[in-house]
């Protein structure tokens, strides 16, 4: 299966920031869901946006989904040392069959 | 809470080694998946299921086989475990209960010497 693409690879910002991720895909999906992975452990599911829906929050969560142009985006406001993990889109294309990038590093510095 | 456990947190074997892979939840999820995650790779599908009995490839099945004898339980299988195997082992379950975003258990982390 193609690989939904992650950008930047990594990122380093500073507690209280807002942090953006962005992340491209090929295929036509059903919907599309970002996970988060600490430090080597299991993923855990953040949000899921359906192909019709343009936008969805979740606490400090906000991710945007334009089809047209096959991406999203991941907003996490005012960061915290916590939210220091992996993150991963995940597209869920038409065989229901959910594609990996190889994620955004993102380092909240104290 | 909801939960999908797997049975090994580190795992070393030797080459040539039959290995065993448990995953159970406790969701009654009908759909269950095996993947492996290695650095710069993303996740890469194994296997996957989506009743008991029934089993499907994924993108990389080769040296690998699953059981779902139960639905609760999905096990994956390496027949005789080689060095590129070693890696991180994800299994995660998905169902309707939790609006279809995949649960992951904690992962195990095989190296094979």
């Known amino acids: 299966s193609q690989q939904g693409e992650e950008d930047p690879q990594a990122l380093s910002i500073q507690e209280g920031e807002n942090a953006t991720m962005n992340c491209s895909y090929k295929?036509?999906?059903?919907?599309l869901q970002w996970y988060r992975q600490n430090s080597g452990r299991g993923l855990v599911h953040l949000i899921l946006i359906r192909s019709n829906e343009r936008e969805k929050h979740s606490g400090r969560l906000r991710v945007t989904l334009d089809t047209s142009k096959k991406s999203s985006s991941l907003l996490i406001t005012a960061s915290r040392a916590a939210d220091t993990a992996s993150y991963f889109c995940?597209?869920?294309?038409?065989?229901?069959?959910?594609?990996w990038g190889a994620g955004t590093k993102l380092i909240i510095k104290p | 809470d909801v939960k999908v456990t797997q049975s090994s947190r580190y795992l070393v074997k030797r080459t040539g080694e039959k290995v065993f892979l448990e995953c159970v939840q406790d969701m009654d999820h009908e759909n269950m998946f095996w993947y492996r995650q290695d650095p710069g790779l993303g996740l890469r599908l194994i296997y996957f299921?989506?009743?008991?009995?029934?089993?499907e490839k994924g993108d990389i099945p080769e040296g690998y086989s699953v059981s779902r004898e139960k639905k609760e339980r999905f096990s994956l299988i390496l027949e005789s475990a080689s060095t590129n195997q070693t890696s991180m082992y994800l299994c995660?379950?998905?169902?309707?209960?939790?609006?279809?975003?995949?649960?992951f258990g904690s992962g195990t982390r095989l190296t094979v010497v």
């Open positions: 299921s989506y009743d008991v009995k029934m089993k």
């Open positions: 995940a597209p869920m294309d038409s065989n229901y069959q959910l594609i």
């Open positions: 995660a379950s998905e169902g309707a209960a939790t609006g279809y975003g995949y649960t």
């Open positions: 295929t036509s999906i059903n919907n």
